[in-house]
């Protein structure tokens, strides 16, 4: 009797260890997600910026990757003032989309008050942050 509880346990915990690694990885498929940008882009300023749209410049930052996935933001300054910030994204896996989804509206509203990179992080999206922030703020740095 021990011998069929142990081995039921054990095939048990294969079937989740299982089911948990095809969910995480997404049965190997990286997902991605692109915000678009409000405003479309034409020509090359001097300087770093990627562009110029009726007096605004954007500027994107470097892109960001750790294992979950990389982020990349690119911002919109009109008169010196971030107006826009979007990101693109290429996460792992659906969680780490549902993260992201859940934290980037949090941390651009918060960007556009502050009018830089000197925010604090979301709660429960710590890397997504730390990625989103780090880009946000090379891009910021290009502005001169």
């Not at 294969?14 to 995480?24: E, K, V």
């Not at 651009?108 to 429960?124: P, R």
Request: net charge positive; proline share 1%.
């Amino acid at each position: 009797m021990t011998t069929r509880r142990n081995s039921a346990a054990l095939l048990a915990s294969a079937g989740i260890l299982a089911t948990g690694w095809s969910i995480g990885t997404a049965h190997g498929q990286t997902l991605t997600t692109t915000v678009p940008a409000t405003s479309t882009t034409s020509g090359t300023t001097a300087g770093a910026a990627s562009g110029t749209t009726s007096g605004a410049t954007t500027y994107t930052g470097t892109r960001q990757s750790d294992r979950w996935g990389s982020l990349q933001v690119t911002i919109t300054v009109a008169s010196g003032k971030i107006t826009n910030v979007t990101y693109t994204t290429t996460a792992g896996d659906g969680k780490s989309l549902s993260i992201e989804a859940r934290a980037t509206p949090t941390l651009k509203s918060e960007v556009l008050a502050a009018q830089s990179a000197q925010v604090s992080t979301v709660s429960g999206a710590t890397y997504t942050s730390t990625k989103y922030l780090t880009s946000l703020q090379s891009a910021i740095d290009q502005m001169g």
